[in-house]
């Protein structure tokens, strides 16, 4: 290896690989540090958001490893036995460039991508992980990986080590981030026959759905359910945040469990053969947990950074992409200059404030609160609300009116009106 | 579909382990955390930590980590040193 490069990337996920690609193609001498293999690490839910992508790489999707691109979504309030789904289907994100929604399995994708960073000239080093920064006069100047030859010195570093920032941490920027502003995610991947999913899932061939679960998902506690369609295997997780977790004394693999257990979720899954158990964690603290995002010689992206947009746009690969991209083009103009202090990194952050990185956070920065504070709406108020809607359609012999009267008062006795108006108040602010 | 217990799915996956853990608890930390406060004992997706309770000790399972982390998140007390395993060693997804 070389003793000496223009960037080092810690972390070859879309926000690394990403930084890679713009450096290599702009003809830095760029290194990304991996500790395992690219993708092997990486679990997310499971739709890349591509606007970035597709610039970097036109038409990506005729090459990359994508699975469906997503037509259809599906949200859904389930109570402990019954469900209420609002389902979208738009026929228009069938043609390029599909809504730029793609369902992708990460270890499949992440793999194609550093290959392209490769291809366009970054030196991928695999097996290998970073410990600490080799720190100059306060400046980053390069990464001490735990391996024979790990000390390598670079102008500046680019951090993309992912949700777990020990490095930022380490770097100063962040502290250890708080059990609020993370969420626990757990997926399994269910495998099926192609043709059945697609029967299933009323879907052509090509074409994904993201089906989102809320109310009682969790059994009674904050968080949420989800299946996304790949071509021959389902995504089925859940989230719940580490907070919630902690203080109920909840097992996450019962939570994922019970999820799946659901009649309304279960019918999906019939048949089907587990083929992979994983757990993740999404940095859903949104603009409020946003640490610093530069100092001398080093910047902060993707995960490590929190960009995650936690509304229920649930969009992160784009922002980690774009924020890779922000940083690479300003180490672009860092080294036209011959400066990589925190000052001309600095840029960077005026970048991302530009874009619909920050702009998006910012708009939803109330939600990480306010989802914890809605508890009402992942207990009792969906069985409340399903068992009025259940009452509203079974069949007897009592009158209309005779019907709505009853219903109406044990809704009444069930709810506290006045709460759930409150909490479907700040829903709402999740919802737009 | 066919239930599996979490050991039964762990089998399923792929793990390069290391001769050491990259996982270390300060014990004594550990054990001055009350016990209905030993988050690690439930919040691991894989259950990594398990309380031994004849030799009132916390048994770290390291070999089935997951390396997602919320036992750092959760743990009360900074008892936990947690780290990334060696570089190529850990869990390997073939999916993700």
């Known amino acids: ?432 | 579909m066919e239930k599996k217990t979490l050991p039964e799915k762990l089998f399923l996956l792929s793990f390069k382990v290391d001769r050491t853990s990259h996982l270390i608890l300060d014990k004594e930390a550990c054990m001055r955390c009350p016990e209905s406060e030993r988050a690690c004992l439930w919040i691991c997706p894989s259950e990594v930590y398990k309380w031994d309770a004849e030799k009132r000790d916390i048994i770290v399972s390291y070999e089935g980590c997951l390396e997602c982390g919320t036992c750092r998140i959760a743990c009360p007390s900074g008892a936990l040193e947690w780290r990334n395993p060696r570089g190529g060693f850990g869990v390997a997804y073939r999916f993700g």
């Open chain 1, 1 to 432: 290896m070389e003793e000496r490069f223009d960037c080092i990337i810690v972390g070859a996920g879309p926000s690394g690989t990403t930084a890679a690609l713009r450096l290599a193609r702009e003809g830095l001498n760029v290194a990304v540090f991996e500790r395992g293999k690219p993708g092997a690490k990486n679990m997310f839910g499971g739709v890349l958001y591509s606007t970035i992508l597709d610039k970097l790489i036109p038409g990506f999707w005729k090459e990359a490893p994508v699975e469906r691109h997503v037509i259809r979504k599906r949200f859904s309030l389930l109570s402990s036995d019954s469900e209420a789904a609002f389902d979208l289907c738009f026929n228009a994100f069938d043609r390029p460039p599909f809504n730029n929604s793609f369902t992708v399995l990460r270890a499949r994708f992440d793999r194609w991508y550093s290959e392209k960073a490769e291809e366009a000239g970054a030196v991928i080093v695999t097996g290998a992980n970073v410990e600490d920064f080799i720190v100059e006069d306060g400046a980053i100047r390069g990464v001490k990986a735990g391996m024979e030859g790990g000390l390598v010195r670079a102008d500046c570093v680019i951090c993309a080590e992912g949700v777990n920032s020990l490095l930022a941490e380490k770097a100063g920027l962040k502290k250890k981030p708080a059990p609020e502003s993370m969420t626990l995610g757990v997926k399994e991947i269910i495998s099926l026959p192609k043709e059945t999913i697609e029967d299933r899932f009323s879907l052509e061939d090509g074409q994904g759905a993201a089906f989102d679960f809320f109310g009682a998902a969790l059994g009674g506690a904050v968080g949420s359910g989800f299946i996304y369609t790949n071509r021959d295997t389902l995504s089925v997780g859940i989230g719940c945040p580490i907070s919630v977790l902690k203080e109920k004394g909840l097992r996450p693999n019962d939570l994922i469990e019970g999820f799946k257990a659901h009649p309304s979720v279960g019918r999906y899954l019939r048949g089907g053969k587990m083929e992979e158990f994983s757990a993740h964690m999404i940095p859903e603290g949104g603009y409020r947990a946003i640490p610093g995002l530069v100092r001398d010689g080093l910047m902060l992206v993707g995960d490590s950074a929190g960009l995650l947009n936690p509304s229920i746009f649930r969009e992160g690969t784009n922002l980690a992409m774009a924020s890779g991209l922000f940083a690479a083009e300003t180490v672009i103009e860092a080294r036209k200059k011959g400066d990589f202090s925190a000052k001309t990194l600095g840029d960077y952050v005026e970048r991302l404030k530009g874009s619909f990185v920050i702009k998006d956070l910012k708009r939803y920065r109330g939600v990480p609160t306010a989802i914890t504070s809605i508890p009402g709406l992942f207990g009792e108020e969906p069985e409340a609300i399903l068992d009025f809607l259940k009452g509203h359609f079974t069949v007897s012999e009592k009158s209309k009116d005779e019907i709505h009267s009853e219903l109406k008062k044990a809704f009444r006795d069930r709810v506290s009106m006045k709460r759930l108006f409150l909490e479907l108040y700040r829903a709402s602010k999740i919802l737009r």
